[in-house]
């Protein structure tokens, strides 16, 4: 099914590349099949997405929210910090009481104790 619908959606892209639709679809699609955002399998898919939909934040909050949501858990399951906290900053605004960011501040701020020390 998932398979499916990112093929429509990859044609919608190819035929009207500058519609933010097809991409954002094509990254959840994505993102379904990488539910803990650890492959980065729809990151493509939401940067081009991003490219086309900052430039009307307000109109593409709830998209844009799912978006950086997902490239920042993707980035912090990477451990790459710096990428991780572009996405939490760009977040932040539209969504302050966003749950996965508080969970990460959580982890951040009391990680976890690893047993058998190095």
Do not use: C
């Not at 959606?9 to 699609?29: I, K, N, R, V």
């Not at 990488?34 to 593409?60: I, R, W």
């Not at 710096?82 to 969970?103: F, G, I, R």
């Amino acid at each position: 099914m998932l398979g499916k619908a990112s093929g429509a959606f990859a044609q919608l892209t190819t035929s009207y590349p500058d519609l933010t639709t097809g991409h954002f679809w094509q990254g959840m699609a994505a993102a379904a099949r990488d539910v803990e955002a650890k492959t980065g399998v729809a990151q493509p898919y939401f940067d081009k997405y991003l490219a086309l939909a900052e430039t009307d934040p307000a109109k593409n909050k709830a998209g844009l929210i799912k978006a950086y949501t997902y490239l920042m858990v993707y980035y912090y399951n990477k451990e790459d910090k710096a990428n991780m906290q572009k996405y939490m900053d760009k977040l932040v605004p539209l969504d302050p009481t966003s749950e996965p960011v508080k969970q990460i501040k959580d982890i951040m701020a009391n990680p976890p104790q690893r047993s058998g020390g190095r």
